[in-house]
């Protein structure tokens, strides 16, 4: 009678589905793996979703369940297992792998634009590598600023662009498969038999598992959901099973459907940044509709990404700021204007990824950075995935402690190393995740890729490291900074951001060092950043000359 007369509101297993299925694939994953794999992406998809995605998202309920009146989050689990640093270092590795993401999203609203409005790929070739990072740079402010005078935008943004998406995906599967029974099974793909979807297992099939890792990782956001539901363990398990459904049939579909149109013997090296758009005007010229769907996949995409980059730059950065305390995060990063926004916490954000688009400055072309970038969220991305195996080893470790609702794998031994299976698999892809994709392997390019894929994971963990000095410095001075050393050390950073994306522009004579060229602007960069850093950290490290006594 208790439970008749209640007006609680349960989320249903479908509904919870749904919503983990929007946060876990979309048509961009599926192309980004189709270039690195080809056909052979169909097996691998379903060796990771009955493998990978079914426990993982079955772990992560039980972990939201253990941690439900902390409301889920990644961080709570690791400090409720661990204690605060621990939790507090999560939130900031989670927090880190959303700055090459925002990026990424920032930099494809370019690439959205630029096909709704010409239907063309070709202002691609006008803009230089400079002007594409100015861009980009200047859709973070672009976006702050509408977060700041538009309360809403991110759930308007979300509500089209996430609907759109979604339809526009299975639409793409649909018409893809239609035309082929049309079409009398005509493929671009030649030579295609059962035989072409079985993996190479070479070194370059392991180094691209962090990428499809990447593309199915995200089912934690729904974790919060768990206690919501009216019967959770029955009902959770089926919502996770459904989305490995749904989730095998778009990948496996979606991949084969890619096939139809591209030939996986030969894929073009700009697929994973245009290859949506392609298939789009093929799809609508197949049809007799001409560029109709081209330009509504590209509106599509505009508002998708839009959204996405609204969500990344505010609930991220406020997720980081509320749900690390004030034991380790620097006050001046906590503190908000008037209208409730964490302007600060904005411009480090701002900041880290003018630094992300400072690194690919030197990469040949719009198209290599692109590809860089997307590999980089392949490499930090499955990294934070680790926490949620490590928590989930750690309450199974002691089930006692940590008792739950919903529980996956009754045996404690047998989840635990289920649990050490996953952390594993995670690790090593992310590790073998380092080397570069989509460049010629140990050439000039390659090798530089692989510098600064070491050195923003150093930069965006390091980082992490550091604020809790700069809290202590707050509690020892009672600020940070003065406001001169903060005027001193924030023209440093911006001037010297800027230098270098100047001179990365610049097409300066080349040093010869045995098998490959330097170019003489990126060893200029180099000791300008060093010299940058170096006076920083002699301006940071005095006593403040307002410090109380």
């Not at 709570?76 to 925002?102: H, K, Q």
């Amino acid at each position: 009678m208790d439970e008749i007369g209640s007006n609680k509101k349960y989320i249903s297993w479908p509904v919870l589905t749904l919503m983990a299925f929007c946060t876990v694939i979309g048509l961009d994953d599926i192309m980004y793996n189709f270039q690195n794999q080809g056909m052979p992406v169909v097996t691998s998809w379903i060796i990771m979703c009955i493998f990978y995605v079914i426990p993982y998202s079955l772990m992560v309920g039980q972990l939201g369940s253990v941690f439900n009146k902390e409301g889920g989050g990644l961080s709570s689990w690791v400090r409720g297992t661990d204690g605060e640093f621990l939790g507090y270092f999560t939130a900031w590795t989670y927090w880190a792998a959303s700055i090459p993401y925002a990026v990424d999203s920032a930099n494809t609203i370019i690439v959205d634009i630029g096909w709704a409005v010409t239907g063309s790929g070709k202002f691609q070739d006008q803009i230089s590598n400079k002007n594409f990072a100015l861009m980009t740079f200047a859709m973070f402010i672009i976006f702050i600023i509408i977060e700041h005078y538009f309360s809403r935008s991110m759930e308007v943004l979300s509500t089209i662009g996430g609907g759109m998406m979604l339809i526009m995906t299975f639409m793409f599967v649909f018409l893809a498969f239609v035309g082929l029974s049309k079409s009398g099974g005509h493929m671009a793909t030649t030579n295609f038999t059962w035989h072409s979807l079985i993996p190479k297992f070479d070194m370059h099939y392991w180094t691209t598992i962090a990428m499809l890792i990447y593309a199915l990782n995200g089912c934690e956001l729904v974790a919060p959901y768990v206690t919501k539901m009216k019967k959770p363990k029955s009902d959770f398990p089926k919502a996770m099973i459904a989305l490995a459904i749904m989730t095998i049939f778009l990948t496996v579909f979606g991949s084969f459907a890619l096939g139809i149109y591209f030939n996986a013997n030969h894929i073009p090296n700009d697929l994973k940044m245009n290859g949506e758009y392609y298939v789009f005007d093929m799809v609508g010229r197949q049809y007799g509709l001409g560029k109709s769907l081209l330009y509504l996949w590209s509106w599509t995409s505009v508002f998708y990404n839009a959204a996405l980059l609204a969500v990344l730059l505010d609930a991220m950065t406020r997720m980081l700021i509320s749900d690390t305390g004030d034991k380790y995060m620097p006050k001046f990063l906590r503190k908000k204007n008037k209208n409730g926004l964490p302007i600060n916490g904005y411009i480090l954000t701002v900041a880290l990824s003018a630094f992300i688009m400072l690194l690919g400055i030197f990469l040949p072309n719009m198209n290599d950075i692109f590809n860089w970038l997307l590999n980089l969220n392949g490499i930090i991305s499955p990294g934070v995935t680790c926490w949620i195996f490590y928590s989930f080893m750690r309450i199974r470790k002691n089930s006692k402690k940590f008792s739950s609702d919903y529980v996956f794998i009754k045996n404690d031994k047998l989840a635990y190393l289920a649990g050490l299976f996953l952390l594993v698999v995670t690790a090593v892809a992310t590790i073998l995740g380092i080397a570069p994709l989509d460049v010629k392997e140990f050439s000039s390019y390659w090798w530089y890729e692989l510098i600064i894929n070491i050195v923003a994971i150093v930069v965006l963990i390091g980082l992490g490291v550091i604020l809790p000095s700069i809290r202590r410095r707050e509690e020892e001075y009672g600020i940070a900074f003065s406001r001169d050393q903060w005027i001193t050390m924030f023209v440093l950073i911006i001037g010297s951001i800027v230098l270098d994306l100047y001179l990365g522009g610049q097409n300066l004579s080349k040093i010869d060092f045995g098998q490959f060229k330097l170019g003489l602007n990126i060893i200029i960069i180099v000791i300008e950043a060093i010299l940058a850093i170096l006076i920083c950290w002699l301006v940071g490290r005095r006593k403040p000359s307002n410090a109380r006594n």
